[in-house]
């Protein structure tokens, strides 16, 4: 059975009292036997099936470690490199980005366990979430951790093209639990995270990666 994500049951909900309407609204007057019901019929339950998989919640067996920092999100690293970090460190931090595409599961996790330092919550723009400005220009939120492990980790919800809307669940002075739900982003998107330049990498570019499983690196001891 499909555990669905509590994000998505108004919305699914929703959308298949629409679409039962507008089937019964077409064979109503059109009759039940027309050729362009059973193809709207048809491609009604491929929308809603691909809408529920969206919004599915699958169980993740997760992976714990205060020296680990783990990937935030289901997708694919799209960036690993040293930028300068300027909303927060004002310094270097080695960059490491996974992009979501619709069909990935969209819950965020917190990739390391500690106490939440800084939040804040930037309204933008809606650029593709691949794009590089999008790390800065785009809808998004910036969440700071004190790592149990002592560094500090800054991981930013990206809205992209199709999301329009974040959803987070930390504040500053949480305490937050490695692998957890910090979040969720709704259609298609991308996380940022930002650790010290010192930090193991143990992903690759193009690598796909789940939530709370993959190890992204590992902090120097």
Known sequence: MVKVHKEG?????????????????????????????RVFAGVSVVAFLTLLQ????????????EDLLLAPADGKVVVIEEVQETEYFQAPRRQISVFMS??????????????VKYFKYHPGKYLLAWHPKSSTQNERTTV???????????????????????????????????GEEFGFIKFGSRVDVFVPLDA?????????????????????S
């Not at 599915?56 to 067996?61: G, L």
């Not at 193991?200 to 120097?220: A, H, N, P, R």
């Open 144 to 178: 700071v951790v004190e790592s149990d492990a002592g560094p500090l980790v800054l991981f930013r919800q990206i809205a992209g093209a199709m999301a329009r809307r974040i959803v987070w669940y930390v504040n500053e002075g949480d305490e937050v639990s490695q």
């Open 102 to 115: 619709p069909i990935n599961v969209h819950i965020t996790r917190n990739p390391v366990s500690g106490m």
């Open 200 to 220: 193991d990498v143990k992903v690759q570019l193009g690598q796909k990666v789940k939530g709370g499983e993959t190890v992204l690196c590992q902090f120097k």
């Open 9 to 37: 049951r108004r919305i699914l909900f929703v959308t298949l009292l629409v679409l039962l309407a507008l089937n019964l609204l077409l064979s109503h007057y059109n009759g039940p036997n027309v050729a362009f019901n």
């Open 54 to 65: 969206f919004f599915r919640s699958p169980y993740r067996k997760l992976l714990t470690h």
